[in-house]
């Protein structure tokens, strides 16, 4: 069964610190992995997206690292802000199905940062 | 850009009334739009797949009669609860795929607020 755990599962820091949030999967066969930004009450925003091929990829503060040998993925960030307060998913998708166009996801459940001043 | 725009961002019906959620894809065409249904401090979870002009794929454990799916056109999906309960409340998020689909990218809506009394 395709699945997606992250840790922590919630995580406090002080506004300007850094914090790194893990993510393990065992998606087969693996397509590629996203993590996304979920403000409460609104719709996921893309972070990253990285392939098999790929194994770091930055977004200004965001950094996210990926090790397809042990299906693991961290996000890091830096300097944190007041507006970081979200929840961060990681998100794996399987390869396109067939000769179909579209390839599942499996959502983790999330990991709840906020950002005290 | 790539945005998605839902329509009604929160909705409150009685219980046994209908109510339609729209997904538009602004800028670009969609070949397949994504509904989510999420429910308080848990993740995305995949209701069903909608490709343009045919019929939508659901997921295990949901109704396809109770949550209608239209897919019309390559730029508007729409979602229909139907004969609505108190337990279908919840947040609906709808995502799109580009059109040809170059990338891996699914672009999300803000998500939909809905709310049976």
């Known amino acids: 069964k395709n699945q997606v755990e992250q840790s922590p599962q919630s995580l406090i820091i002080l506004e300007g610190k850094n914090c790194t949030l893990q993510?393990?999967?065992?998606?087969?066969?693996?397509?590629?992995l996203r993590w996304y930004k979920q403000d409460t009450g609104r719709g996921p925003v893309s972070l990253t997206i990285m392939t098999f091929s790929e194994n770091t990829k930055s977004n200004g503060r965001y950094t996210a690292t990926l090790d397809a040998d042990t299906k693991q993925s961290s996000l890091h960030i830096t300097a944190s802000q007041l507006s970081d307060s979200a929840s961060y998913i990681c998100?794996?998708?399987?390869?396109?199905?067939?000769?179909?166009?579209?390839?599942?996801?499996?959502f983790g459940q999330g990991t709840i940062l906020t950002v005290h001043p | 850009g790539a945005v998605v725009s839902q329509h009604p961002s929160w909705v409150i019906c009685k219980s046994g009334t209908s109510v339609k959620i729209e997904c538009r894809s602004l800028?670009?065409?969609?070949?397949?739009m994504f509904w989510y249904r999420q429910f308080p401090k848990q993740s995305l979870m995949l209701m069903a797949t909608?490709?343009?002009?045919?019929?939508?794929?659901?997921e295990q454990g949901v109704e396809k009669d109770k949550f209608l799916i239209n897919h019309a056109s390559l730029t508007l999906s729409t979602l229909t609860v139907t004969s609505a309960h108190p337990e279908d409340s919840s947040f609906y998020i709808c995502?799109?795929?580009?059109?040809?689909?170059?990338?891996?990218?699914?672009?999300f809506g803000p998500g939909t607020r809905l709310t049976v009394t």
């Open positions: 909608s490709n343009e002009g045919s019929k939508a794929t659901y």
């Open positions: 993510c393990n999967y065992t998606v087969s066969p693996f397509s590629n």
């Open positions: 995502s799109a795929r580009k059109f040809p689909a170059a990338s891996y990218e699914q672009y």
């Open positions: 800028d670009f065409q969609a070949t397949t």
């Open positions: 998100v794996v998708s399987a390869s396109w199905a067939g000769g179909t166009s579209y390839g599942k996801l499996t």
